[in-house]
């Protein structure tokens, strides 16, 4: 459907009686004539039903390209899935209405046609083009070694979408979609992890290929290897000056405690040792309740 604006003049009515009689009419007109009367899509004026969210969960930020996304001062048509920020699950997700206005080119025709698209197909599409009618309910868990030729499917690097009420437009997304996500992102990132394990095994141009993507895997099961050294901050122990990492709750050198709480948490310090020290010993019992299975990292293995 053609859409255009038509320049109405707002005295087009009025009568020639007299001067309060050309002021009524002009009144009058005012109130049903505006300068400016769209007569394209109706679809244009349609209040959505629901919003679609699109969702990042992974630290890497995700710019998508799309001609319908509104163009931003700076980013123009470009989806931004941004990562989660420090102690948060999500990044801030981008919405997009049920229902988008697309334009539509017209050979022959200065005029200029909309056709309203559904939110869900869009979101989709963004994710993953090559599966237009799905979502992350429908996409299929594959094995690690299947995921290198997966193309743009950005449901393996932790990204979804959902559809909910404007009502609930702050409310989180459902747990299973956060749950399946994450499954699918840690396959991609054991992935990663085994392929940069075999470059660094080649010569000098396959350890070139060792990138952004594959350290972001490393870094994110926490492990180090040739190709991704983690360095952690050290802090010098107030007592003897050994330098242990700003995470110790008691030094490996002198036995000074830095957190009581956190010792008895991680088992570094017992609770005789606690209560030795002052602490009421159902204090401390409770605290080490919640005992790791492992010492803290700054504790040596005998």
Same mark, same amino acid.
């Given at each position: ?6 320049n109405?003049?707002v005295?087009a009515?009025?009568?020639m009686g007299?001067k309060?009689a050309?002021?009524?009419e ?5 109130e049903h ?8 899509d109706a679809n244009?004026?349609?209040v959505p ?6 969702w990042?969960l992974?630290s ?10 509104m163009?931003?001062?700076l980013r ?10 420090k102690?948060?699950r999500?990044g801030t997700?981008?919405i997009?209405?049920d229902?988008v206005?697309?334009?539509i ?6 005029e ?6 559904d939110?869900?197909?869009l979101a ?5 083009p090559?599966?237009?009618r ?7 868990k594959?094995?690690s070694?299947?995921?290198e030729?997966e193309g743009t499917n950005?449901?393996?690097w ?7 009420r404007s009502?609930?437009l702050?409310q989180q997304p459902p747990e299973?979609a ?11 990132y ?11 095994l080649?010569d ?9 993507t ?9 492990r180090?290897?040739?190709w991704?050294i983690?360095?952690?901050? &050290?802090?010098p122990?107030?007592n003897c000056?050994?330098?242990?990492? *700003? @995470?110790a +709750?008691?030094?490996? $050198?002198?036995?000074?405690v830095?957190?009581?709480? &956190?010792?008895?948490?991680?088992g570094?310090?017992t609770i005789?040792? *606690? @209560?030795a +020290?002052?602490?009421? $010993?159902?204090?401390?019992?409770a605290?080490?309740k919640g ?6 990292a700054?504790?040596?293995t005998?």
């Open positions: 459907m053609g859409s255009r604006g038509i109405v003049p005295n009515s009025i009568s007299t309060k050309q002021k009524g002009q009144i009058k007109n005012d004539n505006d300068l400016f009367i769209f007569t394209g244009l004026r349609h039903k629901y919003f679609v969210r699109m990042n992974s890497i930020e995700q710019r998508i390209e799309r001609p319908w996304v163009p931003g001062t123009g048509k470009v989806i931004v899935l941004p990562p989660p920020e102690g948060e999500l997700p981008f997009i209405p229902i206005q697309m334009a080119d017209q050979a022959g025709n200065w200029l046609g909309t056709r309203g698209v939110g869900k197909f989709q599409d963004a994710l993953n090559e599966e237009p799905g979502s992350w309910k429908t996409i299929r594959k094995l070694a299947n995921l030729n950005l449901y393996h932790g990204c979804f979408w959902d559809a909910t009502t609930d702050d299973d956060i749950k399946a996500t994450i499954e699918r992102m840690e396959d991609n054991n992935r990663l992890i085994d392929e940069a394990q075999m470059f660094s080649g000098a141009a396959a350890q070139k290929q060792i990138g952004y594959h350290r972001t895997a490393a870094n994110y099961f926490g180090s290897f040739t991704n983690r360095y952690e901050r &050290q802090n122990c107030p000056g050994t330098a242990l990492p *700003a @995470t +709750s008691r030094c490996y $050198q002198c036995k000074r830095m957190n009581l709480e &956190q010792a008895l948490r991680e570094t310090i005789a040792e *606690a @209560t +020290s002052g602490m009421i $010993q159902g204090q401390a019992e605290m080490a005992k790791k299975s492992r010492k803290a700054a504790t040596p005998p």
